[in-house]
């Protein structure tokens, strides 16, 4: 069986990195999505029941769910806090990804592995991969993005931000980067033409 490579999105909050990861999918590559697995891990028993010991019925909503505004707002005011979320929540991503990984390299119909993971390298995980992939964009479309969403504010971002590593040494790191200040199709093509280079190095 041929080993597919591995492929890690790197970038800021707000660049676009879900959507590079798409475009890969579009090429033919499984993707595996760290936020949409952290997500469900919180809602797991174990790790309720471990925040609500923590810090009390506020991290749960009106409906019993997790209150995700309100652990974040927690968390990114404290590193302390955050390590406790991190360790609760990583290593639980990380098993997943490492079965999902396997899975993908005896899939035919898989010709490539990408990982949506938005602390790749703080987790230590860029070792894992073949190639680092580095969305640029403009903090000012960044800004448009995240304000747009809603999900988070402009003050949020830079707290976020600065408890990671600096886009500067992310960029430093990457193999390609993929320009994300256009539309789309652009993202596609560029993405089209890395896959194309990865594939024939990979050969």
Known sequence: ??????????????????????????VGCGVLDADALAHDILNEPVVLTAMVGRWGGDVLDDAGGVNRRWIAEKVFDSPRELNFLNGLVHPRVLKRFEVAIETY???????????????LLEVGWGEKCDFLIFVDCSEKKRAERITK??????????????????LDKKKQKAHYRVNNNSDESDVAEQVAQIFSNITESSQ
């Open 1 to 26: 069986m041929k080993i597919k490579p591995i492929i890690g999105i790197l970038g800021g909050i707000g660049s676009g990195k879900s959507m590079v990861a798409a475009c890969f999918a579009g």
């Open 105 to 119: 390299q005896a899939d035919p119909d898989i010709c490539g592995i990408v990982l949506d993971m938005p602390l």
């Open 149 to 166: 969403n809603g999900k988070i504010d402009i003050e949020q971002l830079k707290k976020r931000e600065n408890v990671q590593i600096s």
